[in-house]
């Protein structure tokens, strides 16, 4: 028998990474994949693996991208070169690491996920006989004040019944305004709506009776029966149990309402300085997600209605 054919750069690479990382093999088998895709990227271009430049990297990533492959596919896979580039360095084989100073591409943001105008009404005017009257009068009015007023559940749970020193936020009802402490200790003023007035003042009532019985009366607008504030942990779970007895398709958490206000809110005004204002946001930039959501409702409704937009033929 002959001598054994000289093992390849990336098979070499591997069996390092084998012996000295001790990596789950499925880490191991993608590894393989992008030192496969790498060596076929090569070839194409009559380039031993040596050879390859921070340049033919920049262009196979804008390659990847514009074929569709996420900022985070490619981010991974650039991963795996790099350390297999900083084995060639330390072999030797490479004077500099051609992926220094490479990046993938950033991966969009995702939208904020916001019910439609119709999803969020169901919602908030849904009679849940699933529960006590008291816990629906005071489930209602969370709801309410969150896609009423595009509140943050932090925003909903520091309320207190009336204003002080030491009141983090409190609702004005004869002005309709909800006063709150935002990120960063700002103060706003937001409006509240009559069906949210309403369903304070049933709630209000519901309060009332229950701190009848206690010691001392407490400050939180938004509380137990025993007296307690209600944590946003014990919001979130009574919307998502809302939402689900609402027969809505989706679990609604609280920060899923302040969007939808947003939304709406810029559906309806296209004001986004108003939104911005509304919602607290330091920033103009914060905001503007909300007009890739306005965007993405009408285009739906362009795709629905415009005779021209599958190219389909106008009725005669």
């Not at 271009?45 to 596919?73: D, K, N, T, Y």
């Not at 119709?118 to 816990?135: C, K, N």
């Not at 809505?248 to 302040?258: E, G, I, N, Q, W």
């Amino acid at each position: 028998m002959g001598p054994a054919p000289p093992q390849s750069l990336p098979d070499r690479y591997l069996a390092y990474v084998r012996a000295q990382k001790r990596l789950a093999q499925r880490t191991q088998d993608l590894y393989a994949l992008d030192l496969q895709k790498l060596q076929e990227l090569a070839q194409a271009e009559g380039l031993a693996l040596e050879q390859i430049g921070s340049h033919h990297l920049r262009r196979w990533v804008a390659q990847m991208h514009s074929r569709g492959r996420s900022g985070r596919g490619i981010a991974l896979i650039l991963s795996g070169w790099r350390g297999f580039f900083k084995w060639l360095g330390r072999e030797g084989l490479v004077s500099s690491n051609p992926l220094d100073g490479v990046r993938a591409p950033k991966a969009a943001k995702p939208l904020p996920k916001a019910l439609g105008v119709e999803e969020a009404v169901q919602l908030a005017g849904f009679f849940d006989e699933g529960v006590s009257p008291e816990l629906r009068v005071r489930d209602q009015c969370l709801t309410e004040l969150l896609y009423g007023s595009g509140l943050r559940i932090a925003e909903v749970a520091g309320l207190d019944v009336q204003p002080g020193d030491e009141a983090r936020g409190w609702i004005d009802r004869q002005e309709a305004q909800a006063h709150v402490l935002g990120k960063g200790g700002k103060r706003r003023s937001v409006p509240v709506g009559e069906p949210a007035l309403r369903a304070l003042s049933e709630w209000l009532t519901v309060r009332h009776a229950w701190v009848q019985v206690l010691a001392q009366p407490p400050a939180a607008l938004f509380i137990t029966r025993q007296g307690r504030r209600l944590s946003t942990r014990q919001m979130q779970t009574r919307l998502k149990r809302r939402s689900l007895a609402a027969g809505l398709a989706t679990p609604v958490h609280p920060h899923m309402l302040r969007h939808s206000f947003a939304s709406h809110v810029l559906q309806s005004s296209g004001d986004l300085r108003a939104v911005q204002e509304l919602l607290g946001h330091a920033h103009i930039s914060t905001t503007q997600v909300y007009t890739r959501l306005d965007f993405q409702h009408l285009a739906k409704v362009y795709d629905a209605a415009h005779p021209r937009a599958h190219g389909k033929k106008p009725a005669s």
